[in-house]
């Protein structure tokens, strides 16, 4: 079965650090890549996708990621994050025919000022 | 653009009683997604739609779940009677499928709470 792992749960960071989020993906086969961004309150919005081609991937507000498909991984990077970056992230996989996508369990990131 | 719209955004209600979300997707989308989360379990896919036809439904929780989508534009899950662990934050997104995969876009979600 498909899954998608996000090994940090929580992220505490300091404005101008660097952040790089990680996701791991179950799937030997052609696989579309999400990262969707919640803020708090809010609905999840799309930050950046990778269906096929180059594999850095870059997104709004300065987010872009990287498929790496020999450690199938699509990990999530920002050089400089910003307060408002305080969030709940979500990486999904839409793996083969289906129109599933399996989102893995969140990754809350916390910027302090 | 209008967003995909879900209402009522907050619904309160005791245990027992029927609750019915709805669900209006983005005009032209033709799969329909409705997910629940939890702090506990995360995002759920509940079940979707593509082309008004329910797909997979395997992530209905037990048979007091129903969903129905009797046209391309509305949605509803119901749930009868509702329990307290019903309590959650239940989303719908909608996509349109057109040579290749798109995203998702998600509503602002029903925050539901049984008492």
């Known amino acids: 079965a498909q899954s998608v792992s996000q090994h940090n749960h929580h992220v505490i960071l300091s404005e101008a650090a660097s952040l790089e989020l990680g996701c791991n993906y179950s799937y030997g086969g052609t696989v579309n890549l999400f990262w969707y961004v919640q803020y708090p309150g809010q609905h999840l919005q799309l930050l950046l996708k990778y269906f096929s081609g180059d594999p850095l991937v870059k997104g709004i507000k300065g987010f872009e990621a990287e498929f790496i498909k020999s450690k199938f991984s699509f990990n999530l990077r920002k050089p400089s994050v910003q307060w408002s970056d305080t969030a709940e992230y979500f990486c999904a996989v839409n793996a083969g025919a289906t129109n599933k996508l399996i989102f893995g369990t969140g990754t809350l990131l916390a910027v302090q000022p | 653009d209008a967003g995909v719209i879900q209402s009522p955004r907050h619904e309160v209600t005791e245990m027992g009683q029927e609750v019915t979300l709805r669900c209006k997707p983005i005009?032209?989308?033709?799969?329909l997604f409705w997910y629940r989360q939890t702090m506990m379990r995360g995002l759920e896919l509940l079940i979707y739609?593509?082309?008004?036809?329910?797909?997979?439904d395997s992530g209905m929780p037990e048979d007091r779940f129903s969903a129905k989508m009797p046209n391309a534009s509305f949605s509803t899950l119901k749930i009868q009677p509702s329990e307290p662990r019903d309590s959650a934050v239940y989303f719908c997104?909608?996509?349109?499928?057109?040579?290749?995969?798109?995203?998702?876009?998600f509503g602002d979600g029903t925050r539901l709470s049984i008492l």
């Open positions: 739609f593509n082309n008004n036809v329910p797909i997979d």
């Open positions: 997104a909608s996509r349109r499928d057109v040579g290749g995969n798109q995203p998702q876009h």
């Open positions: 005009s032209g989308h033709n799969s």
